[in-house]
């Protein structure tokens, strides 16, 4: 039977750790009700810009022979090299969140590996970096502290590179892989192709109407302004989206943490009770069988 002493310094360490566990599930609730808030807010933004770019792109494959005459609106079909940008957490304790981001990425890498396509892996945050690193993953270049705090400017300058080299034709497309929020209980994982932008969805049958008032001579100077606004606004959006998930699994993987936590103190002092009362049946033997052998 296990010494009282250890049980109660059991005890003890598991009550402390269930606090701890309880205290940074109501931080991350705190934090995801202002993180989501703010992903609500943005994808109304990221929709609005959607419709711009695809009613301009629309009007242009509809009346110009030979449709969009832009990069980026132009199917690659053998693609030599690509960039591929992936978003994990800055810190753990929330579960499988970054794992699923990181399992979608090699995956995506293998897929390229057998195209024999060149993939430049860019990273953002410290979990899916260290990861890369440590396996011996050349990355192209990474940041951290940037997917625990979304910052609009340092989002921009990191996306730059991808969507310069892509109009210099230096690379033949970009990915961004990231874990987003569905709901508080939920995450999704997202695998974008944000460059070339698919112009399967521009329908010509049915042509939108919109307040946008725009000469047709100064349709495709506006779309080659506008896509670079949407890739850099896309690539903020995953980064906002992606934190708000990752509160939302940290708040649940604490949650777990401080239910086990809880099972573990009951078990632990079912032990402490059972050991006590076979210490207790002990002395009492003990005291028995010497008042016997005094007879």
Do not use: W
Request: neutral net charge.
């Amino acid at each position: 039977m296990a010494n009282l002493k250890d049980i109660q310094r059991q005890i003890k360490s598991v009550t402390n750790t269930q606090k701890t566990t309880r205290a940074m599930k109501l931080v991350s609730t705190a934090k995801l009700r202002r993180a989501e808030e703010l992903a609500k807010r943005s994808r109304l933004y990221a929709a609005k810009m959607n419709q711009v770019i695809a009613e301009i792109a629309g009007r242009i494959k509809c009346n110009k022979i030979g449709g969009i005459d832009n990069r980026c609106f132009t199917e690659i079909e053998n693609p030599k090299i690509v960039d591929v940008v992936f978003v994990t957490a800055d810190k753990g304790l929330c579960g499988g969140f970054n794992i699923q981001t990181i399992k979608a990425v090699k995956k995506l890498l293998a897929e390229y590996k057998e195209k024999n396509v060149k993939v430049r892996l860019r990273g953002i945050g410290k979990k899916g970096v260290e990861f890369f690193k440590y396996n011996e993953v050349e990355l192209f270049d990474s940041v951290i502290n940037l997917s625990s705090k979304p910052d609009k400017e340092r989002s921009d300058d990191f996306i730059k590179t991808s969507i310069e080299d892509f109009k210099d034709e230096k690379i033949d497309g970009l990915h961004i892989i990231y874990n987003g929020y569905k709901n508080m209980m939920t995450q999704e994982l997202h695998v974008n192709t944000v460059l070339p932008v698919d112009t399967e969805q521009f329908d010509c049958s049915e042509e939108q109407k919109s307040i946008l008032e725009i000469e047709a001579q100064d349709e495709e100077k506006m779309l080659d302004s506008l896509v670079s606004k949407y890739v850099e606004y896309g690539m903020y959006y995953a980064l906002i989206d992606s934190v708000a998930a990752e509160h939302s699994a940290r708040m649940q993987a604490m949650d777990a943490a401080t239910n086990n936590a809880n099972d573990m103190v009951k078990s632990l002092s079912v032990q402490y009770n059972k050991a006590r009362q076979a210490a207790i049946t002990t002395e009492l033997i003990e005291i028995i069988s010497g008042v016997e052998s005094m007879k």
